[in-house]
């Protein structure tokens, strides 16, 4: 089974910090992602990424950054969080591009912003 | 541009009980359409997934899916509840080859003895 694994479940920051949300999947995937996820809103897209050294914009990217210099390997950057960066975030991966494609999701992790 | 609506956020039910959880979605090309679960503290996994072909869709764990396009809905059933069945459950509409997915707000199934 593919594996999708994020670094941390449950962080607290505080407000300016930098945070770094670390994902990683094992099956060789070409696309991966970042989905914030809160109550009464569902999941909403931050980035996503269908290459190494690729990214663009999902539907809600302000306030975050992302790298992908490996192909396993997505992180998720808060350059100075804030209160309202308070949420689930979730990394997702799927093979590759395509409308039938399945995203792996991995457990989630629960940041706090203080 | 695509789109989902749940109607419901919670729907609550009893175990044995018929499971009805309401998706829409607004798409200006023929849609591909999913179901997601997420049980406590995890991430959110596969139910089923409608992409072409037969518009009654069979997942995991007894659900179920129709694809009905004058209506345009997608809606989730299971015959007769279990307690095992409680958790978030997301609806999904892929947005374009990339391979993105619009998710619905999430209806929260909570299932009583």
């Known amino acids: 089974d593919v594996k999708v694994t994020q670094s941390s479940r449950y962080l607290v920051k505080r407000t300016g910090e930098k945070v770094f949300l670390e994902c990683v999947q094992d099956m060789d995937h070409e696309n991966m992602f970042w989905y914030r996820q809160d109550p009464g809103l569902g999941l909403r897209l931050i980035y996503f990424s269908y290459d190494v050294k690729m990214k663009e914009k999902g539907d809600i990217p302000e306030g975050y950054s992302v790298s992908r210099e490996k192909k396993e390997r997505f992180s998720l950057i808060l350059e100075s969080a804030s209160t309202n960066q308070t949420s689930m975030y979730l990394c997702?991966?799927?093979?590759?591009?395509?409308?039938?494609?399945?995203?792996?999701f991995g457990a989630g992790s629960r940041l706090t912003v203080l | 541009a695509q789109s989902v609506t749940q109607l419901g956020s919670h729907v609550s039910v009893s175990e044995g009980a018929l499971v009805l959880l309401r998706c829409n979605y607004s798409s200006s090309v023929p849609p591909y359409l999913f179901w997601y679960v997420q049980y406590p503290n995890q991430g959110l996994q596969l139910l089923l997934k409608?992409?072409?072909?037969?518009?009654l869709v069979k997942g995991i764990n007894g659900f179920e899916a129709e694809f009905k396009k004058s209506e345009t809905s997608f809606h989730l059933t299971k015959p007769s509840a279990h307690m095992s069945d409680a958790a978030e459950y997301f609806c999904?509409?892929?947005?374009?080859?990339?391979?993105?997915?619009?998710f619905g707000q999430g209806t929260e199934l909570s299932v009583k003895p």
């Open positions: 409608y992409t072409t072909g037969a518009t």
């Open positions: 997702a991966s799927s093979l590759r591009a395509g409308l039938a494609n399945v995203l792996t």
């Open positions: 999904a509409v892929s947005a374009n080859q990339g391979g993105k997915l619009i």
